[in-house]
């Protein structure tokens, strides 16, 4: 696709629209603030069509139409409610997909992650009628194949989207990372009745009951202790699991599970009327690729070097990132640490 410094307003106009046709030469007249706005709100990743609507207050999204996870707006009507969520059933990368022995390549050369996360210690936390949903401070980095995505949200899946042999774990959380707007990194993870996990604990309380509501939590953590000490991964390409269902998505999704007490998970479930999960869609020949540990440097733990936002370490900066992919930043955005990409880090675009 073609890269140039105004490819944010590629989005511009709607999300939807950009979603259907990524790879045109539309460009816009939106401003950088519509830009920026625009690319906020389809960063709701799998989770949100419509969350961010508050902030934006875009008649953009207000105009999209209300889904569901049942019935007349349900997954299999989801195509049909608005003509710019045609992928939901056309697409033939879409996401969710069981993820099963028999589908898997082993594959050695897999880049490991990496991260440069900050600790935690301001989250928005808002109810968006789908799920919860929790905004960290700005400054958040995954580096993928040699791709800087930033971290957005995540939110919560209940019982989890992706099924493992045909089987559905508890809950499922979606870490929502963006290079650009057509470029998403999704980390999933899945949560299994066990121990009461200490990182969801600490805002849980903080999720608001009521659909819009957003609810503020401070304190202090490391966002790595919410994942899996073992970061092994399948990874696919795929799409959002809401509306619009942009295949826009590489998904990573850890092998390892993380647990969550059954009281985390009713209180969960207590804030939404049934299932927050889109089935599994099929997968028209994709290839889910499997890390193996030997094929990883260990990235396991959460050793010192990227639990706590040290620079990683092939010397791959997020600055490069963030000046070419959010030029249109909303005010406020933090700006990554300032010091020069290695080469072939440097992100082109
Ligand atoms: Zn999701």
């Known amino acids: 696709m073609a890269r140039t410094p105004d490819h944010e307003s590629r989005t511009s106009g709607s999300v939807a629209r950009a979603e259907m046709a990524p790879r045109t030469k539309h460009r816009s007249s939106f401003g950088a603030v519509a830009s920026a706005v625009i690319l906020s709100i389809s960063l709701v990743g799998c989770g949100i069509g419509g969350v961010m609507l508050g902030e934006a207050t875009s008649a953009e999204v207000t105009k999209h139409a209300r889904w569901s996870y049942a019935g007349k707006d349900g997954p299999d009507r989801w195509a049909e409610l608005d003509p710019h969520w045609s992928a939901c059933s056309n ?13 898997l390549l082993k594959a050695e050369w897999l880049e490991e992650l990496r991260f440069a996360y900050k600790d935690t210690k301001k989250l928005e936390v808002l109810n968006n009628g789908h799920t919860i949903q929790a905004t960290p401070e700005r400054g958040n980095w995954l580096n993928y194949d040699k791709v800087w995505y930033e971290l957005k949200q995540w939110h919560f899946h209940s019982p989890s989207e992706h099924t493992l042999v045909g089987m559905n774990t508890d809950m499922e959380v979606h870490f929502v990372h963006a290079a650009d707007a057509n470029r998403l990194a999704v980390i999933g993870v899945m949560l299994k009745i066990g121990p009461d996990n200490p990182i969801l604990d600490q805002f849980w309380d903080s999720m608001p009951a ?18 899996p000490d073992n970061r092994t991964f399948y990874t696919y390409k795929g799409s959002l699991t809401t509306p619009p269902c942009s295949e826009t998505v590489t998904w990573i999704v850890m092998k390892e599970p993380v647990t969550i007490s059954k009281s985390q998970v009713e209180k969960f479930k207590g804030l939404f009327k049934g299932n927050t999960n889109r089935p599994v869609q099929p997968l028209y020949g994709r290839v889910i690729s499997e890390s193996v540990p030997g094929g990883m440097d260990g990235g396991h733990g959460s050793g010192a070097a990227d639990a706590h936002g040290a620079e990683p370490a092939a010397g791959a900066k997020p600055a490069a990132v963030a000046a070419d992919s959010y030029g249109a930043a909303p005010a406020g955005a933090a700006a990554p640490a300032p010091s020069a990409p290695a080469a072939a880090a440097a992100p082109k675009y």
């Open 91 to 103: 697409g033939r990368t879409q996401s969710p997909i069981d993820i099963a022995p028999a589908k």
């Open 210 to 227: 009521e659909e819009g509501k957003k609810g503020e939590w401070s304190g202090g953590f490391s966002i790595l202790d919410a994942l």
